[in-house]
């Protein structure tokens, strides 16, 4: 399969970084591999925090009130969003550059047409 077509694909269906280690650029791979990795752990231990601070507030008070939901919409969502939204430009970043470094090593691959 070629290069442009497989590399932008295991980046955006598999992993961020692993279209870079197909073409070739095994550096720039395990860094957005790394970067990936973080942005996760970072948000499940966001999450893990929040959920934990909700069931203790929950134990507090014995009635559901809006102060339990109040929990899960101040900053702790905000950081959430903003990894996210990290995470999705690494994602976009990730495959298009799969697509135009497989593209620029077709093309260097590729004899050139020469009339003579």
């Known amino acids: 399969m070629k290069k442009t077509i497989l590399?932008?694909?295991?980046s955006a269906l598999i992993i961020p970084g692993l279209g870079q280690v197909i073409n070739g650029n095994l550096k720039k791979g395990v860094v957005l591999l790394?970067?990936?990795?973080?942005?996760?752990l970072g948000a499940v231990l966001k999450l893990v925090l929040l959920v934990r601070s909700f069931i203790e507030a929950s134990h507090l008070s014995s009635d559901p009130s809006p102060a339990h939901v109040k929990t899960f919409q101040g900053e702790g969502f905000s950081f959430l969003v903003y990894l996210i939204v990290a995470f999705a430009i690494i994602w976009i970043y990730s495959v298009v550059d799969a697509f135009w470094t497989g593209k620029k090593l077709e093309k260097a691959i590729q004899p050139e047409d020469n009339p003579l």
């Open 7 to 10: 590399s932008p694909i295991c």
């Open 34 to 40: 790394a970067m990936v990795f973080l942005l996760l």
